[in-house]
């Protein structure tokens, strides 16, 4: 399962989520999204491709161990698993996400079943 924190958060954000995940068994990976995690200078050159392409590889890397893979987000990092399933969908599984103030209309397409 990939979980992704929120805006100017870190792995810490996440940590329940992680610690009861793990304890049924589930493979984690709960990336540090680029310029997060220091200071905002670290944060200020960033842009959505360095955090997108962060939970990418953080993909890749879970599909190439497990059958499947969820993604999951707190506040911007379920704003980063939405796209990530509506892109990468047939490697997605599900998705669990936390956002506030989520539109209850989504944009066509976005949210789909299928």
């Given at each position: 399962?990939?979980?992704?924190?929120?805006?100017?958060?870190?792995?810490a954000g996440?940590?329940?989520?992680?610690?009861?995940?793990?304890?049924?068994?589930?493979?984690?990976?709960?990336p540090?999204?680029?310029?997060?995690?220091?200071?905002?200078?670290?944060?200020?050159?960033?842009?959505?491709?360095?955090?997108?392409?962060?939970?990418?590889?953080?993909l890749?890397?879970?599909g190439?161990?497990?059958?499947?893979?969820?993604?999951?987000?707190?506040?911007?990092g379920?704003?980063?698993?939405?796209?990530?399933?509506?892109?990468?969908?047939v490697?997605?599984?599900?998705?669990?996400?936390?956002?506030?103030?989520?539109?209850?209309?989504?944009?066509?397409?976005?949210?789909?079943?299928?």
């Amino acid at each position: 399962m990939l979980v992704a924190h929120g805006f100017l958060g870190s792995p810490a954000g996440v940590r329940p989520w992680g610690e009861y995940l793990a304890k049924r068994g589930y493979a984690l990976s709960v990336p540090l999204l680029p310029g997060h995690g220091t200071t905002w200078r670290d944060l200020a050159p960033m842009r959505w491709p360095d955090w997108y392409g962060e939970a990418e590889r953080h993909l890749d890397k879970l599909g190439a161990s497990c059958d499947e893979v969820v993604v999951g987000g707190l506040s911007f990092g379920g704003c980063l698993a939405l796209p990530l399933a509506q892109q990468r969908g047939v490697e997605v599984a599900e998705i669990m996400l936390s956002i506030r103030g989520l539109p209850r209309a989504m944009p066509e397409g976005l949210c789909s079943r299928s």
